[in-house]
């Protein structure tokens, strides 16, 4: 995948349990470290209990807090950031859609008189411990996304599993209209592309035609 490097990033991680407790860190070390503005969101309706202290990123001190809270507020002071948490369970997607909203802040950019207005780069990370919570996740960001970027998405998949399985099978993709390039998945063996094109008449042609001769020769 191919992502700006000048855009203001927003990350919004659901989940400051064992495995969110642990990956929050190190986020807020790179998101410090990122000469733009950047945003850092933590979710999550737990408090800390005793049990946790054996596995998660807490302390005896921590007990009875809020885990989102706890987090947001110990890393958010060390590096100089903002301290953003949400101190309930993400489990709708009105909440969470809302959450992923970016917003658009004002740009300085190299050799232009003037600042632009840039949307946020949101980034979701789902850091939750059960298949209703990954299912939500799935749903609202699959559904933002933009039918060139389901297509380029699920090429990607296809691409992963032909590595998987070591198998090359070909691969159909409709409404390539809304593709603007492939570059990000760089396929691999045939792919059958379907295309409208206004005022074009019906035709089937090679993209990358094959020379046979000199592959038989090969």
Known sequence: MKFSMTRPVKIVMLGAGSTGGHIA?????LLYSLDRPVRFILCDGDVVEEKNLVRQNFTPADLGENKARVLAERYSAVFGLETEYVPSFVED???LHALLEPEYLWMRQPGHAYGVREP???ILIGAVDNNKSRQLCHRVFYDRLSLSEK??????????MKRLTGRNYPVFVDNMESVDDLNNVRPTGQVIMAKCVSGAPLAVRPVRPID???RQAA
């Open 151 to 160: 297509i380029r998405a699920g090429m990607e998949v296809s691409e992963l």
């Open 212 to 214: 046979v001769a000199q």
């Open 120 to 122: 946020e780069q949101v």
């Open 93 to 95: 997607e009105e909440q």
């Open 25 to 29: 860190p190190h986020l807020y070390r």
